[in-house]
């Protein structure tokens, strides 16, 4: 392994315990999308603290911040996008079978708590780096509001934030050691509100004008629209609001769509069907329809050239090394699950199904996903379509649990999850020092990213009108 990856190496083991403190607190005090107000201020103080540069706000987000620190003229500027928020109803203890710390409160079942912490560490470590080497360059760190609502790096993406960067560099917790090579779903985040005219639902209903009625007339409209759409499509949605009493003609209901397909163009002409099936149903209903739009996603555009060397990279640092209590944790945690959930799971991954109760990886994967698009959506993509990204996961959950669960919250606070977090951070680190120091290994990337964008420019898909919502 080359002298400068062990120096970086090195300089995250013996300060781990920093960015371990950072991620718990974090995971103690979970917030949702939007409310990251704790987790916000706890990343940014601790970045100014160690000589960035912080700039609030960003895209008018009250949770979203950067933070900079440039050495000398001329160099790259890397970028690494964090995330902080939580889940609701995924509240857990640190233990192996489900048990809220609060019930139906929030968690971290996702891992933002390490996710943004180990990009934070990443920065804070190429800052040192270029500080010890007198190389010059920019790091920044991205703190990014609601990813799990796509409400943060559109609004951010549409300021500006990410329009210079050289490259941008980002990681998720997950089951494996590996790197992504594949999509997303694009996807729009919109409520539709209708307003019609209470009565009493016995004695004169004639009078009334159903808002609730507006409501699931859309729904039967886009259930038939589902027939005409591509197949990876998809939309859901629920009903935020169907009134207040069976005996009352709702004036008012609401109901929220997610409309995702794989590409971006494929998204913005399905939404204009599902409007025009919104606006039928206020006709039919002779209500008035309100459109509230949330957020906007593209597809991810992952950049092979950097997921080429972030997998050389995981390949090199080799496995995270458990200890017997932790694969012993991870199996309970596991079995938590029925067995058919969790060969789904390891199918869906391209796992080997015979290492279902292993509880941990014992090995790092090859890349298994490129040409495919994940079932999923993420505002990463927006940044993937102004600068060069692409992205990897390290071992911080239990192999085949699902994503979103309580077992992901139980691990996430604790060893297990630390040790994927500082890995992490260290695959991080050792990429955006090879992009630093070899010119040529940028300039392929940048290449790539300007053939793959060619014709095709990125156009904010959140409306100009459109700010971000309040909470």
């Not at 003229?73 to 079978?97: C, H, R």
């Not at 997998?311 to 309970?332: C, R, S």
């Not at 996430?412 to 040529?440: F, N, R, T, Y």
Request: aromatic letters at 8%; proline letters at 6%.
């Amino acid at each position: 392994m080359a002298t400068v990856y062990r120096e970086l190496e090195e300089w995250l083991d013996e300060r781990q315990n920093r960015f371990i403190a950072i991620s718990d607190e974090i995971w103690a005090n979970p917030e949702l999308a939007l409310a990251e107000f704790k987790a916000c201020q706890l990343q940014a103080d601790s970045l100014a603290e160690d000589g960035f540069t912080i700039t609030r706000n960003v895209g008018g987000l009250p949770t979203a911040f950067m933070a900079e620190y440039t050495q000398g003229e001329g160099g790259p500027k890397i970028g690494f996008p964090g995330e902080y928020d939580a889940l609701p109803g995924l509240s857990q203890k640190k233990v192996a079978v489900q048990d809220p710390l609060v019930a139906d409160g929030p968690g971290h079942g996702c891992g933002h708590n390490m996710l943004g912490t180990a990009s934070l560490a990443a920065a804070v470590t190429i800052k040192a780096w270029l500080q010890h080497t007198g190389k010059a360059g920019t790091v920044r760190y991205y703190g990014c509001p609601a990813e799990e609502t796509g409400e943060g790096k559109g609004f951010m993406a549409r300021a500006g934030a990410f329009d210079d960067l050289d490259a941008a560099l980002t990681w998720h917790p997950g089951a494996v050691n590996t790197a992504s090579a594949g999509s997303s779903l694009a996807v729009n985040n919109i409520k539709y509100r209708f307003k019609g005219r209470t009565a009493h639902a016995a004695a004169n209903p004639e009078t009334g004008r159903s808002a609730l009625d507006a409501v699931e007339l859309m729904s039967v409209g886009v259930n038939y629209l589902r027939e005409h759409m591509p197949d990876a499509a998809r939309i859901h949605y629920v009903i935020t609001n169907g009134g207040g009493a069976p005996n009352v003609v709702p004036d008012e209901a609401e109901v929220w769509y997610f409309i995702r397909s794989p590409e971006r163009y494929q998204v913005d002409e399905l939404t204009v069907r599902v409007r025009n099936i919104a606006e039928g149903a206020a006709l039919m209903t002779e209500t008035k329809l309100t459109e509230v739009f949330l957020a906007g996603s593209y597809n991810m555009l992952s950049n092979q050239v950097l997921a080429e060397r972030m997998q050389a990279v995981i390949d090199e640092l080799g496995p995270i090394e458990f200890d017997a209590a932790e694969l012993e944790y991870a199996k309970q945690v596991a079995a938590a699950f029925p067995e058919s959930l969790r060969v789904g799971m390891m199918k869906a991954f391209k796992l080997p199904v015979d290492l279902i109760d292993a509880g941990l990886p014992d090995r790092t994967y090859p890349i298994s996903d490129r040409g495919e698009t994940m079932p999923g959506s993420t505002d990463v993509s927006d940044v993937s379509w102004n600068t060069p990204t692409a992205q990897f996961t390290t071992t911080t959950f239990p192999l085949a649990t699902p994503g979103h669960s309580w077992a992901n919250t139980s691990t996430g606070g604790m060893s297990i999850g630390h040790k994927g977090m500082i890995h992490a951070a260290k695959v991080l680190s050792i990429v955006a020092s090879d992009l630093i120091e070899q010119p040529d290994l940028l300039a392929a990337a940048r290449a790539e990213f300007e053939e793959s964008t060619r014709g095709r420019p990125y156009v904010c898909p959140i409306p100009a009108d459109v700010q971000p919502r309040q909470v």
